[in-house]
């Protein structure tokens, strides 16, 4: 018993305590506030980068609940009743809800790439083209 606990003892003082294994899970984003301020309008909010939404307070950015594309910022379009980011792989309602690398087919913003679905000649971008549906 007292050569296991020495054998312990020195392993742990000559290597040091492990390192946690680094996450495999992605970050989540949340929204930064949680809607404890109760509000009738934006101007009860108390902030220019806060809105109103089912009578409770939140900020202008993805990915906190809206009601319309203005609760979200310059940054963001509001569908299905949350602010997300004008950009590829995010629900959307139409094309400028996708930013300027991306376009808005059957409800969703994919990339002006190559394989990319799409359905109007512009969601390709410069060298490309929709053919039957998809980028080439």
């Known amino acids: 018993m007292v050569t296991t606990a020495a054998v312990l003892i020195f392993v742990e003082v000559a290597c040091g305590q492990a390192a946690p294994p680094p996450?495999?899970?992605?970050?989540?984003?949340?929204?930064?506030?949680?809607?404890?301020?109760e509000c009738k309008d934006a101007t009860d909010c108390g902030g220019p980068s806060l809105h109103c939404t089912g009578g409770r307070c939140f900020a202008n950015q993805a990915p906190c609940p809206c009601s319309e594309t203005a609760d979200c910022g310059a940054s963001a379009h509001c569908?299905?009743?949350?602010?997300?980011p004008n950009a590829a792989g995010v629900p959307c309602t139409a094309a400028e809800d996708c930013g300027p690398r991306a376009h808005c087919t059957a409800g969703g913003c994919y990339a002006n790439d190559t394989g990319s679905p799409c359905s109007a000649a512009t969601d390709c971008g410069a060298g490309s083209s929709c053919v039957s549906g998809t980028c080439n």
Do not use: F, I, L
Request: hydrophobic share 10%; net charge positive.
């Open 79 to 84: 569908t299905k009743g949350t602010c997300y």
């Open 23 to 37: 996450s495999t899970e992605p970050p989540s984003r949340v929204c930064p506030t949680t809607g404890a301020r």
